[in-house]
């Protein structure tokens, strides 16, 4: 049935959600620096071949005891770096101060007056060097206080781009996340939901491609020859690629309700569809409908916990304080170690309620068996 209603719903939001608006695309490079780095130039080089725009997130100071602003840069990588810029191939956002953590992570739960004194130095050497005037902040890590925000508004940032999981305090500050971080799946995505009005952000790092080593954070490598045909295929298709203050600039409406349709609980059993990209507020519904699964799916186990305990002959005082502690102790667990629901907390509860009944199966046979002799 579970599987029944979701193939229903699948192709039900085809029909719902095709219309004029298309996918938007956004690629987020993360990590840029003002030095002399030749797979930085690489990457450049690829989207302008492409006429296609990057937002770079540029650090402006180094991690040394006494930070100094990256400057490394030859006469030639400068003067083509500003020329992408005046092209509107490139739009530079600030990636935080010198991306060192502060306890946490370089910003949250830090103090106002150290986010300030670190994002004003930042902004203001970034927007004298290369003549911009910076209004999208990336937070180092993607992680970011209520704090941060009030900063930023101050700073006269529009936009903030992190992640999914952060905060959405601010009425000022535009909401972008990243929603994918691997090439490999632009041209799937955008090829199924091409007419959909979501937008993709892809969040890109130096370790994304082969030769780098750092496992940790990507498990699916690419080159830059695979970017490059991906980017091809992009303008071919004519499918709409932008900055993120392209975004802004648009009207369309990134505020902080947005936001939160799209943060947490949007990983559900339906909604999950939806998961790599970021969608308007009127998806809310997709919710809903999860939220409503979820209730059933809980209402149909407690009533078998309920049955199975009942054919074990259980009093029904103890029936009813034992199905409360397990299940209690499930959703416990589930939230300890995952932090929200999602697709593993379904398996969670699915792989105790089979220990469960198997056990009590066992309990009724060996009851039997010694009522017999």
């Not at 797979?39 to 005891?65: E, G, R, W």
Request: charged share 20%; with cysteine.
């Amino acid at each position: 049935m579970r599987i029944f209603l979701f193939i229903l719903l699948l192709f039900a939001g085809n029909n719902l959600f095709a219309g004029d608006s298309k996918i938007k695309v956004v690629f987020r490079y993360d990590d840029f620096t003002l030095q002399n780095v030749p797979f930085q130039d690489s990457l450049l080089s690829i989207f302008d071949s492409n006429s296609i725009p990057v937002s770079i997130a540029v650090i402006p100071y180094d991690k040394t005891a006494d930070p100094k602003p990256y400057n490394s840069m030859t006469q030639q990588q400068m003067a083509y770096l500003q020329e992408l810029i005046h092209k509107n191939i490139v739009e530079v956002a600030q990636h935080g101060f010198n991306h060192t953590k502060n306890s946490k992570s370089e910003f949250k739960d830090v103090k106002e007056e150290k986010q300030y004194a670190l994002i004003e130095k930042g902004k203001k050497y970034l927007d004298s060097v290369l003549n911009v005037n910076i209004t999208t902040f990336i937070p180092p890590w993607n992680q970011y206080d209520s704090t941060t925000l009030e900063v930023l508004a101050k700073l006269g940032f529009k936009g903030i781009s992190a992640d999914l999981y952060g905060v959405a305090t601010s009425n000022t500050i535009h909401y972008m996340p990243c929603t994918d971080k691997y090439v490999h799946d632009i041209k799937d995505l955008v090829s199924k939901n091409r007419d959909r009005d979501v937008t993709l952000i892809v969040m890109l790092h130096d370790f994304n491609f082969k030769g780098d080593g750092n496992e940790y954070y990507i498990k699916r490598k690419s080159t830059l020859i695979e970017l490059k045909e991906v980017l091809k295929w992009l303008k071919e298709n004519n499918i709409q690629c932008c900055t993120f203050s392209q975004l802004i600039s648009s009207g369309e409406d990134f505020g902080k309700e947005r936001y939160l349709v799209n943060s947490k609980l949007f990983d559900g059993v339906i909604s999950h569809r939806f998961f790599n990209f970021y969608v308007p507020v009127d998806y809310e519904k997709y919710k809903s409908w999860d939220k409503a699964f979820w209730a059933g799916y809980y209402f149909v186990a407690l009533l078998l916990l309920w049955v199975v305990a009942k054919l074990m002959k259980i009093k029904p005082q103890r029936r009813i304080a034992l199905i409360f502690w397990i299940s209690c102790t499930v959703v416990l667990a589930a939230f300890f170690i995952y932090g929200r629901f999602t697709h593993k907390l379904l398996f969670v509860i699915n792989g105790f309620g089979v220990l469960w009944l198997f056990a009590s199966l066992l309990l009724m046979k060996s009851k039997k068996m010694e009522a017999a002799h």
